[in-house]
């Protein structure tokens, strides 16, 4: 048993025909009030590893604990709704008949109106109670839909892809407001990317997952060090590429205004 931990994971694996283990024993400890970012390309095991934290999907094997009660395990699986575990989808799964308000406030039951407020405030979309998702931006269907799954108060969050839809200044805002909302409730954030960026930006360790099994869990202040995995000293050193070329490009002189003879 890991110390103030939200989440233990022991031996985990998963198969949807039998045959190919979409994750093979899988293990990973995560500290209570942490932001962990996990990294991979399509098919690597991201999304079902949500899920069977989530308690969407039944593993063939391994155990999860959650705030050190067992979860799931050859014995026992807990229901979605017992666990305690806020899931942000990927496209958000708003009500669309229903107001922001009114999505808010499922599954809440005492101090509506109060919990509601108090959530509009803290994701900035005061005013927008009587709104519907159709009218709203996906920077805004996202901050509701993040409110909906707060409200509930769970003691792990998790996020599917939660920036891939939004244009990069409106996904670096996100990002931080997401991550000052976590540090401010003090809860445990757990989301899936398949940019490294977004994990630079805010987590506090990162994952890279790989044919389902973990190639690299190490702080995020600790990702710059080399590696000796291929696959992610090549992202690396592409990444400070990239930052060394827009490092480069704003410390060009301006010559708009230089005088020729």
């Known amino acids: 048993m890991v110390v103030n931990s939200i989440l233990e994971i022991s031996e985990l694996s998963k198969s949807y025909d039998g045959k190919v283990k979409v994750l093979s024993d899988f293990n990973f400890n995560m500290e209570h009030g942490k932001i962990c970012a996990i990294v991979g390309e399509s098919g690597s095991g991201k999304s079902t590893l949500l899920r069977l934290i989530a308690g969407l999907e039944r593993p063939e094997g391994g155990e999860i604990k ?39 406030a499922y599954g809440i039951k005492n101090n509506k109106s109060k919990i509601i407020d108090k959530l509009l405030k803290l994701v900035k979309m ?34 599917d892809e939660p920036f891939s839809s939004l244009d990069v200044g409106l996904r670096s805002i996100l990002r931080k407001e997401i991550k000052g909302i976590v540090k401010k409730l003090n809860t445990s954030l757990i989301f899936i990317t398949h940019d ?51 490092l480069n490009l704003f410390q060009k002189p301006d010559e708009s205004n230089v005088f020729k003879e």
Do not use: C
Not at 208 to 237: A, Y
């Open 66 to 104: 959650i705030a050190q009660s067992i979860v799931s395990d050859n014995t026992k699986i807990v229901q979605p709704q017992l666990r305690n575990i806020g899931f942000v989808f990927q496209d958000f799964a708003l009500f669309p008949h229903l107001t922001v308000e009114q999505n808010i």
């Open 126 to 159: 005061e005013g927008y109670n009587k709104s519907y998702p159709s009218q709203l931006s996906g920077g805004q269907e996202q901050r509701v839909a993040l409110a909906r799954t707060l409200a509930i108060e769970p003691k792990l969050l998790l996020l």
């Open 196 to 246: 490294i960026s977004d994990a630079i930006d805010i987590a506090d360790e990162i994952i890279f997952l790989k044919n389902g099994k973990i190639v690299q869990h190490s702080p995020i202040s600790e990702l710059s060090k080399s590696s000796e995995n291929e696959d992610i000293s090549n992202i690396m050193s592409e990444l400070k590429a990239n930052m060394e070329g827009v």
